[in-house]
């Protein structure tokens, strides 16, 4: 499997309008980033022009949109500009703004796709880097009745249910299977509020640059005549009046769950935040962007986590290992010259730590650039394997009755030679539970605090036909 590289865009384009609580005119301008940049914003009306990465550890405000500040640079309502950029699969964007909010527009995405799509999105040379959620990450408040949950899966998948005990807006759910709909299915769904709410931020003097054209207002009482007009002075229109659906007759709905989808507009964009792509299925019911941003650094502090686990693993010679040659060979069939690990100083039903000596007495070196003794990639990959085989069969408590055969190598990358001399030191985990016999799990190989090797790989669990 060919790896996916990073992408930003070709040119810079700007886009100017009001920002929807500020009323603050602002030209918001993407500029093409480097490998590596991730997304930034930078407030470049301000002295020393601050930038701040666009992060969830700066979220400061999710009263009414997703408000980040670092550094002396404050942006209001994010999450529609980084919706944008996350769901046209985006890596490395500088966002500068000269006003301290995005222009709202017709209040979703689709004008920064648009202008995205017309800046031209380039690949880039760098491999993009996701994180895949282990396990089930789980996140509830009860008082809102909100849940949210991140299940392991292969790709990026969101599904989000909105119920406000409305009448008018019932349940409703939207879902993306894969993030490529974005741009047809949900980036133009637009921002929602009810009447009830729509008078409260009025009387709290926000909302000053919505003008009834970047929002779909849901009816959820009954409304006199004298306060449809009184609205119509507010936001400079000649009459408004209520649809028999419930709405103000400001807008047509582009998808009968317009609102969902833009929830799940929403959660695309806030979730953007943890600061690189994942790979999970996302079912949220009822999400806001304060559990937005409460889920998004749950997963955050998962992916610091597995970064601290990613260091080289301690290797002390002196200590004695879990097992030995010898008692490697209980659980493997291979024997010299294919057994490939000589010891395992770690393990757990998760993980495994396994050491292979690297000796310039190997048969393979012989042929192998024999004037320059490289030891062999797919005999990295092998010994990886065979070090998860002890990890699972490990397990068994009859082990030698059982085999683990490769099924799936994905996203293998090389990054330093190995030679003689070197001490080869794996780590590998699962990255699923075990299911009908099916190991997934990703291995990592290290020479002192370097990795030279990377896999995720795919095995089955079998019974041998032969002792």
């Given at each position: 499997?060919?790896?996916?590289?990073?992408?930003?865009?070709?040119k810079?384009?700007?886009?100017s309008?009001?920002?929807?609580?500020?009323?603050?005119?602002?030209?918001?301008?993407?500029?093409?980033?480097?490998?590596?940049?991730?997304?930034?914003?930078q407030?470049?009306?301000?002295?020393?022009?601050?930038?701040?990465?666009?992060?969830v550890?700066?979220v400061?405000?999710?009263?009414?949109?997703?408000?980040?500040?670092?550094n002396?640079?404050?942006v209001?309502?994010?999450?529609?500009?980084?919706?944008?950029?996350?769901?046209?699969?985006?890596?490395?964007?500088?966002?500068?703004?000269?006003?301290?909010?995005?222009?709202?527009m017709?209040?979703?995405?689709?004008?920064?796709?648009?202008?995205?799509?017309?800046?031209?999105?380039?690949?880039?040379?760098?491999?993009?880097e996701?994180?895949?959620?282990?396990e089930?990450?789980h996140?509830?408040?009860?008082?809102?009745?909100?849940?949210?949950?991140?299940?392991?899966?292969?790709?990026y998948?969101l599904?989000v249910?909105v119920?406000?005990?409305?009448?008018v807006l019932?349940?409703?759910?939207?879902?993306?299977t894969?993030?490529?709909?974005?741009?047809?299915?949900?980036?133009?769904?637009?921002?929602?509020?009810?009447?009830?709410?729509?008078?409260?931020?009025l009387?709290?003097?926000?909302?000053?640059?919505?003008?009834?054209?970047?929002?779909?207002?849901i009816?959820d009482?009954?409304?006199?005549?004298?306060?449809?007009?009184?609205?119509?002075g507010?936001?400079?229109k000649?009459?408004?009046?209520?649809?028999?659906?419930?709405i103000?007759?400001?807008?047509?709905m582009?998808?009968?769950?317009?609102?969902?989808?833009?929830?799940l507009?929403?959660?695309?964009?806030?979730?953007?935040?943890?600061?690189?792509?994942?790979?999970?299925?996302?079912m949220?019911?009822?999400?806001?962007?304060?559990?937005?941003?409460?889920?998004?650094?749950?997963?955050?502090?998962?992916?610091?986590?597995?970064?601290?686990?990613?260091?080289?693993?301690?290797?002390?010679?002196?200590?004695?290992?879990?097992?030995?040659?010898?008692q490697?060979?209980?659980?493997?069939?291979?024997?010299?010259?294919?057994?490939?690990?000589?010891?395992?100083?770690?393990?757990?039903?998760?993980?495994?730590?396994?050491?292979?000596?690297?000796?310039?007495?190997?048969?393979?070196?012989?042929?192998?650039?024999?004037?320059?003794?490289?030891?062999?990639?797919v005999?990295?990959?092998?010994?990886?394997?065979?070090?998860?085989?002890?990890?699972?069969?490990?397990?068994?408590?009859?082990?030698?009755?059982?085999?683990?055969?490769?099924?799936?190598?994905?996203?293998?990358?090389?990054?330093d030679?190995?030679?003689?001399?070197?001490?080869?030191?794996?780590?590998?985990?699962l990255?699923?539970?075990?299911?009908?016999?099916?190991?997934?799990?990703?291995g990592v190989?290290?020479?002192?605090?370097?990795?030279?090797?990377?896999?995720?790989?795919?095995?089955?669990?079998?019974?041998?036909t032969?002792?």
């Amino acid at each position: 499997m060919s790896s996916i590289k990073q992408h930003t865009i070709k040119k810079a384009v700007s886009i100017s309008g009001v920002g929807l609580h500020t009323g603050s005119d602002c030209t918001l301008t993407f500029q093409p980033a480097v490998e590596n940049y991730g997304f930034k914003f930078q407030r470049i009306d301000l002295p020393n022009q601050p930038i701040m990465n666009a992060d969830v550890d700066y979220v400061v405000d999710t009263s009414r949109g997703t408000t980040l500040e670092h550094n002396g640079c404050r942006v209001n309502t994010v999450e529609h500009v980084l919706a944008a950029l996350a769901g046209m699969e985006l890596d490395n964007i500088l966002i500068q703004l000269d006003g301290p909010e995005p222009p709202i527009m017709d209040g979703s995405s689709k004008p920064f796709v648009d202008l995205l799509l017309e800046a031209k999105i380039i690949e880039q040379e760098a491999d993009r880097e996701y994180f895949v959620v282990p396990e089930n990450v789980h996140y509830a408040d009860v008082a809102r009745k909100v849940e949210m949950v991140a299940m392991p899966v292969d790709d990026y998948r969101l599904t989000v249910m909105v119920d406000y005990n409305s009448s008018v807006l019932g349940s409703q759910h939207a879902s993306v299977t894969d993030i490529k709909e974005f741009e047809k299915e949900i980036s133009s769904c637009r921002t929602f509020c009810f009447l009830h709410e729509l008078e409260m931020l009025l009387a709290n003097n926000l909302i000053k640059g919505g003008d009834l054209n970047n929002a779909i207002v849901i009816v959820d009482r009954k409304v006199e005549d004298d306060e449809l007009d009184h609205l119509a002075g507010l936001f400079n229109k000649p009459k408004v009046s209520v649809r028999k659906e419930g709405i103000l007759n400001n807008l047509e709905m582009r998808f009968q769950n317009e609102p969902a989808r833009h929830k799940l507009l929403d959660l695309i964009g806030d979730l953007a935040l943890i600061g690189m792509p994942i790979k999970a299925q996302i079912m949220a019911a009822r999400p806001g962007h304060a559990a937005n941003v409460a889920f998004a650094k749950k997963i955050k502090a998962l992916i610091k986590k597995q970064k601290r686990g990613s260091k080289a693993p301690a290797y002390n010679p002196n200590v004695a290992p879990l097992y030995d040659v010898v008692q490697i060979q209980k659980f493997l069939p291979h024997r010299h010259p294919f057994l490939l690990v000589d010891k395992i100083i770690e393990k757990s039903d998760k993980h495994i730590v396994a050491l292979k000596n690297i000796t310039f007495d190997e048969n393979f070196f012989s042929g192998h650039f024999p004037t320059e003794p490289l030891f062999p990639g797919v005999l990295q990959v092998e010994a990886l394997a065979q070090a998860g085989g002890v990890m699972i069969l490990s397990t068994y408590p009859d082990p030698e009755n059982y085999i683990t055969y490769f099924m799936k190598i994905n996203e293998v990358k090389f990054k330093d030679k190995v030679v003689p001399g070197d001490t080869l030191i794996m780590r590998l985990e699962l990255t699923q539970p075990v299911r009908r016999g099916i190991v997934q799990m990703k291995g990592v190989g290290y020479v002192g605090d370097k990795i030279v090797i990377e896999a995720e790989m795919m095995a089955q669990i079998a019974r041998r036909t032969e002792k």
